[in-house]
């Protein structure tokens, strides 16, 4: 059974709904120690005071914000409990929202949550009006001693948290030069609707167990072997980035026929209609290619 990470209650009004909070992910990341390339042995850090060239015991460590070069407020741990001890073991619910009004890019890390001891009924309530409201609460958190905004909202039978990062946190688009041009650029009506049937070929349903990180698969592949014994041969190095098409038209209409294949004139596609109406003109330029072989 997983281990609760963070345990409280989540506030609504006058309601408290007593839960505890699980990790909803486990990044799958390969890491790496670092080791002596002459012995193999491992390379452990030490914690060094610079003016002194001594190590420093982790129980004599504090922490300290940088004002100015070299010059540090130190903060206790205590001190910034009591900043906000109300929230510390309380999910404060301050709003509920669209959940289409929410930009993904300010969602952070996912956990699930799950009733504690005598929080079945209200927990299930939460849960079921939020799911008929289709509703969003928007709150806040201290997770590790900090405090973090964050979204609730149910997700099949389990109510999950999001943390989310503050507006100041997301910068503006505006910032990117290179987004300058964009308002002296053009589209034609024709490239538009070549992009839109090309967007509809490519759309299905999103079934993340389709997807796999393969250089993750390939670098844990790569460890097997070298353990095995075996020697690699380093692979050639990676080609550089395809540059732009220049010929936008050309590559919209060379990326539609690699999707839709060659499929029959009768052959039904909902979804492009424009489409459709091509293999007709083809058949009808074929048979006029031919007709003067039948005239001789």
């Known amino acids: 059974m997983p281990r609760a990470i963070w345990s409280g209650a989540i506030s609504f009004g006058l309601v408290n709904v007593p839960v505890k909070l699980y990790s909803a992910t486990s990044p799958k990341s390969v890491r790496f120690h670092q080791l002596s390339a002459k012995t193999g042995a491992r390379i452990k850090q030490k914690r060094v005071d610079e003016s002194t060239g001594e190590e420093v015991a982790y129980e004599d460590l504090v922490k300290g914000y940088e004002l100015s070069p070299e010059r540090y407020v130190v903060i206790e741990?205590?001190?910034?409990?009591?900043?906000?001890?109300?929230?510390?073991?309380?999910?404060?619910?301050?709003?509920?929202?669209?959940?289409?009004?929410?930009?993904?890019?300010?969602?952070?890390?996912?956990?699930?949550?799950?009733?504690?001891?005598?929080?079945?009924?209200?927990?299930?309530?939460?849960?079921?009006?939020?799911?008929?409201?289709?509703?969003?609460?928007?709150?806040?958190?201290?997770?590790?001693?900090?405090?973090?905004?964050c979204a609730l909202r149910p997700t099949g039978e389990v109510l999950m948290l999001s943390t989310m990062l503050f507006g100041d946190e997301v910068n503006s688009p505006d910032r990117l030069d290179e987004l300058d041009g964009i308002r002296d650029t053009e589209t034609s009506e024709r490239e538009l609707q070549m992009a839109e049937q090309l967007i509809d070929s490519l759309s299905g349903q999103f079934d993340p167990s389709q997807f796999r990180d393969e250089y993750r698969d390939r670098v844990l592949a790569l460890i097997e072997r070298k353990a095995s014994g075996e020697e690699i041969t380093p692979a050639p190095a990676a080609q550089p980035a395809p540059a732009a098409a220049?010929?936008?038209?050309?590559?919209?209409?060379?990326?539609?026929?690699?999707?839709?294949?060659?499929?029959?004139?009768?052959?039904?596609?909902?979804?492009q209609p424009a489409k459709a109406k091509e293999p007709a003109k083809a058949k009808q330029r074929t048979s006029r290619a031919k007709s003067p072989e039948k005239t001789r």
């Open 77 to 149: 741990p205590e001190e910034l409990d009591a900043l906000d001890p109300k929230t510390t073991h309380t999910i404060d619910i301050e709003e509920f929202v669209d959940l289409a009004e929410i930009d993904p890019i300010y969602y952070d890390n996912s956990y699930f949550i799950a009733p504690a001891a005598g929080g079945a009924k209200p927990y299930k309530l939460l849960l079921e009006a939020m799911r008929e409201s289709g509703r969003v609460g928007i709150g806040r958190i201290v997770l590790r001693s900090k405090q973090q905004l």
């Open 246 to 271: 220049p010929d936008l038209m050309a590559a919209l209409e060379a990326s539609l026929a690699a999707v839709t294949g060659s499929a029959p004139a009768d052959a039904p596609k909902p979804k």
